[in-house]
């Protein structure tokens, strides 16, 4: 497998994992509070939401960065931004 395929793939996983871990936490407590059986549902939200987020991720991250980079070059100048947000020249 290539490094930047690679890479893509592993900060999906983690990004996917983390916003899925941090927003069931958030709306799971917004909807039951904190009782004794909050783990317990929080668990099975973010096991159900982390491979939804994580296709999200995969599928909305490419045109994302480059709908990024053309807002970013949208008043800059064509020299000094082309060069900052494209790591390859």
Do not use: C, E, I, Y
């Amino acid at each position: 497998m290539h490094p930047a395929l690679r890479q893509r793939l592993l900060f999906s996983l983690l990004m996917s994992g983390a916003m899925s871990l941090v927003m069931t936490a958030w709306f799971t407590s917004l909807n039951l509070g904190l009782h004794a059986d909050f783990l317990a549902h929080w668990l099975h939200a973010f096991a159900q939401a982390w491979p939804v987020a994580m296709g999200a991720v995969l599928l909305l991250a490419p045109p994302l960065q480059k709908l990024t980079a053309r807002l970013l070059n949208w008043r800059a100048p064509a020299t000094s931004a082309q060069s900052a947000l494209n790591p390859k020249g």
